[in-house]
């Protein structure tokens, strides 16, 4: 019963998350309508994306340290979906109206990422490096996303700076282990959420993601000022995470 209410109140946050972020995009998308009408449809690569990174923002926010398994399950997923999509997207980039092969992409990624999720379930140790790394790379992914690529030292620094974060925070895991779960688990869980928010609200904190790994997108929004109150959105949830999950350890472990 307690799970469940836990449960509840997590999709009511979501909910109102949610609801407010996609209101503004589509308030954002109405201004625009004029200049770009086949923008304001969503592709089926941007809602399987959104499902999949709601899901687990979800679950890493607010349930991480109480089912580590998942935490870790979640973490091997998304690291080994990232690299696989990152490398076919840089051998073969799709084009704008290739959206059948971006999918298949998409899908073809989350199939091997179901091994690094397998990995961090079987490996405890494992686990915790590959939370850690993914710690790394939304904190990188975050801080890039404060900072445009034009006015940073280059593409390469911020793909550089993100594989330092990285590999700092895999190392410290290692060393801290349980310690690190709950703030790792709720950087992950609350990035992932909005970024998960944003494929259907499309304000633009995903282009920002994405943009430092791409050599043909970069820099093209026009209103950057509503990413930032994503990146502020994030930041806030990811202190709320924390202090939901450390509360319910402290009960639980008084029980």
């Known amino acids: 019963m307690r799970a469940l209410k836990d449960l509840f109140r997590a999709l009511g946050y979501v909910g109102l998350v949610s609801a407010a972020a996609i209101s503004a995009g589509a308030a954002k998308q109405g201004t625009t309508s004029g200049q770009n009408n086949?923008?304001?449809?969503?592709?089926?690569t941007s809602i399987t994306a959104g499902i999949f990174l709601l899901l687990i923002g979800?679950?890493?926010l607010f349930f991480g340290n109480k089912y580590k398994r998942a935490t870790f399950f979640t973490s091997g997923f998304m690291m080994a979906s990232i690299l696989?999509?990152?490398?076919?997207?840089?051998?073969?980039?799709p084009r704008p109206n290739e959206q059948?092969?971006?999918?298949?992409?998409?899908?073809?990624?989350?199939?091997?990422?179901?091994?690094?999720?397998?990995?961090?379930?079987?490996?405890?140790?494992?686990?915790?490096?590959?939370?850690g790394a993914m710690t790394g790379f939304h904190l990188g992914s975050y801080v890039n996303a404060w900072v445009p690529t034009d006015k940073f030292v280059s593409q390469w620094a911020q793909i550089v700076f993100i594989m330092l974060l990285m590999?700092?925070?895999?190392l410290?895991?290692?060393?801290?282990?349980?310690?690190?779960v709950i703030p790792c688990s709720s950087i992950?869980?609350?990035?992932?959420?909005?970024?998960?928010?944003?494929?259907f609200a499309s304000i633009g904190l995903l282009h920002q993601v994405v943009s430092v790994f791409s050599r043909n997108d970069q820099n093209n929004l026009?209103?950057?000022?509503?990413?930032?109150?994503?990146?502020?959105?994030?930041?806030?949830?990811?202190?709320?995470?924390?202090?939901i999950q450390s509360k319910r350890s402290k009960e639980e472990e008084s029980n």
Do not use: H
């Open 172 to 180: 410290l895991s290692l060393y801290l282990k349980e310690k690190i």
């Open 222 to 243: 026009q209103d950057i000022s509503p990413v930032y109150g994503m990146l502020v959105g994030t930041l806030t949830a990811s202190f709320i995470g924390m202090f």
């Open 100 to 131: 059948g092969r971006m999918l298949g992409y998409l899908w073809g990624s989350m199939i091997f990422g179901l091994c690094g999720g397998v990995a961090g379930v079987f490996s405890e140790l494992g686990g915790l490096c590959l939370l």
């Open 188 to 199: 992950v869980g609350a990035y992932s959420l909005f970024v998960g928010i944003d494929c």
């Open 38 to 44: 086949s923008s304001s449809s969503l592709s089926a």
């Open 84 to 93: 696989i999509l990152l490398f076919m997207c840089v051998v073969r980039p």
């Open 58 to 60: 979800t679950q890493n």
């Open 167 to 170: 590999a700092v925070f895999a």
